[in-house]
């Protein structure tokens, strides 16, 4: 059974950092490629950034290029979003995801992956 386990959300003020992890069992994880995506309130799911199993470079949307970071670590079975200079309009839950197969042009697409965590709540104020 496949898990994926978020944290390292919170309340943060404006220009501050957070970092999320998110831990995965049950699958073989440097095959998978992995991902981060958030949902505002009242907003659709978006895609913040995406590691390949096969590729060292990292995919990033562009409101968050230059601030956030994703790295993964295949022998812990982990990867983290450190979010820098967080901005009010990054107040969202944001979601671990795997998928096993999937090609570069799939990255930004929720429904290229099969698996996601329960989400971590972050909130910046101003």
């Known amino acids: 059974q496949v898990q994926l386990v978020e944290s390292g959300g919170g309340l943060v003020q404006a220009g501050g950092s957070l970092r999320l992890s998110c831990a995965a069992s049950g699958l073989t994880f440097a095959r998978y490629a992995m991902a981060w995506f958030r949902q505002a309130p009242g907003k659709e799911r978006e895609f913040v950034a995406a590691?390949?199993?096969?590729?060292?470079?990292?995919y990033y949307a562009d409101p968050v290029k230059g601030r956030f970071t994703m790295s993964r670590d295949n022998a812990k079975n982990t990867v983290t979003l450190q979010m820098n200079n967080l901005k009010d309009e990054d107040t969202a839950v944001y979601y671990c995801?795997?998928?096993?197969?999937?090609?570069?042009?799939?990255?930004?697409?929720?429904?290229?992956?099969?698996?996601w965590g329960q989400g971590t709540q972050v909130t910046v104020s101003s």
């Open positions: 995801a795997a998928a096993g197969r999937i090609i570069t042009s799939q990255l930004r697409a929720q429904s290229a992956y099969e698996h």
């Open positions: 590691y390949k199993m096969w590729n060292s470079n990292p």
